[in-house]
């Protein structure tokens, strides 16, 4: 009897790895394939959704699995051709995909919709690149629920930043494109950005609509965490006057 169990308990596991191996989970191959569905290509050029086809969702370009569990945790889909791969939204299949740390959708186009809220559940994600991906709106505070966030990307879309103190809840975060976003009159603008988020590396700001209004003498005179910034990118933006030495210095 125990060698049955035992035999039971090998054949299990033969099955489970051979499974893993030869696909993905059901459950993340089903979302993949939603995803897919809610998304054209406006020529034949696109390189990696193609492939999305079988059983093996982990051998589709673009898609990365954990070796050991099977989980999707990468899609890279960014600059898959500029522009030749276009949906009417963010379909919300990707939440269903609860392992993922890794989303990469630049320069795909999504019509002008806005960032949908469910993002910020996704709360596995160290990684979010959506450059030039056609948003638009408002960015949703719920980003901010993406504790884990090292790398965030929204520059060069028709999105609006009405608040930033969400982004002081991303404590993981080292590097933050919003250029080419409008900025606006935003309260604590530089405190937060430059203040708040004391693992932020590289901050990238260009073309924002920026003036000396946005930076508040006192709080830059102040430096007390703005030293962890490396890269500083206020390039395209209406400043006048000389700014002070040590953002000189970061500045490029």
Known sequence: MGKLWVGGIFLFFIFATTNLCSGCLEHDRRALLQFKSSLASSDSTARR??????????????VSCNDATGYVTRIDLGSDLLGSLEGNELNSSLAELTRLTYLDLSGLYFRSSPIPKFVGSM??????????????????????????LCVLDLSDMDLVVDDVT????????????????SVGEVGNFDKV??????????????????????FNRT???????????????????????NFPLFLQGKMT
Not at 166 to 181: C, I, K, R
Not at 193 to 209: A, K, V
């Open 123 to 148: 709360t596995q994600l160290r990684f979010l690149n959506l450059c030039s991906a056609g948003v638009s709106g408002a960015i949703p505070h719920e980003i901010g629920n993406l504790s884990s």
């Open 166 to 181: 969400w982004l002081s809840s991303l404590l993981a975060l080292e590097h933050l494109d919003l250029s080419g976003l």
């Open 219 to 241: 709080h830059l005179d102040s430096n007390i965490t703005v030293s962890t910034i490396q890269t500083l990118d206020l390039s395209r933006n209406s400043f006048q006057g």
């Open 49 to 62: 959704l193609p492939s999305w086809t079988g059983n093996k969702c982990c051998r589709w370009k673009g």
């Open 193 to 214: 950005l430059l203040y708040m988020i004391p693992s932020l590396r590289s901050l990238r700001l260009s073309g924002c609509d920026l003036s000396n209004s946005h």
